[in-house]
């Protein structure tokens, strides 16, 4: 009975130890964030903050919680030409552009893109976004770090609230 509903729930079984599951999820990340940190320097893009995010995922009965990361980075009024330099630098790392932007209908002067490498995903948003009728970033790249598989099970029950530890600013590795 116990691995029907398992098979039915579409849930994994919680790992003996979460916590160190996503400890490791999230340093593959922070990696993968330091890896972007040092594209976007040698890009010529400077002014870059990261941030490490936990996240819940899934929901009760059978919680998750989950790990990313997010860069801001200052890219100047020539988002196509930043944008371009990053991509050299991310594939000269490894990084393997993906289609998943291949269909959509975007603003040569704002591209994005999606890459990944091994089983890390990186998206990058260039031109900020509206919020309240108000543009906010215009001159900015936003990245987003997420790794395949990312939910990992909890116990049931506000687990979110012990990994909130995980939270950080990541820093580059000079």
């Known amino acids: 009975m116990g691995i029907l509903a398992l098979l039915l729930g579409g849930c994994s079984v919680t790992p003996a130890d979460p916590r160190a599951e996503l400890e490791a999820r999230a340093a593959t990340i922070d990696s993968a964030a330091q ?21 819940g995922c899934q929901s009760e009965p059978a919680p998750g919680v989950s790990y990313r990361a997010g860069i801001a ?9 930043a944008f371009d330099a990053l991509v050299q630098q991310l594939d000269a790392s490894g990084w393997k552009p993906t289609d998943a932007y291949r269909d959509v209908k975007i603003d040569p002067a704002k591209p994005m893109g999606r890459f990944t490498r091994d089983d890390v995903t990186l998206d990058v948003k260039t031109g900020g976004g509206s919020v309240g ?15 395949k598989d990312g939910c990992v099970r909890v116990p049931d029950g506000g687990y979110i609230g012990q990994v909130r530890d995980l939270e950080k600013d990541i820093l580059p590795r000079s």
């Not at 040092?38 to 870059?48: N, T």
């Not at 980075?73 to 030409?81: F, I, R, T, V």
């Not at 009728?133 to 790794?147: F, S, V």
């Open 133 to 147: 009728g108000k543009w906010y970033g215009a001159d900015e790249m936003q990245l987003g770090i997420t790794i």
């Open 35 to 55: 890896d972007v940190l040092d594209s976007l320097h040698a890009a010529g893009v400077d002014e870059a903050t990261a941030k490490g995010h936990v996240d």
């Open 73 to 81: 980075a200052k890219a100047g009024s020539d988002l196509a030409s």
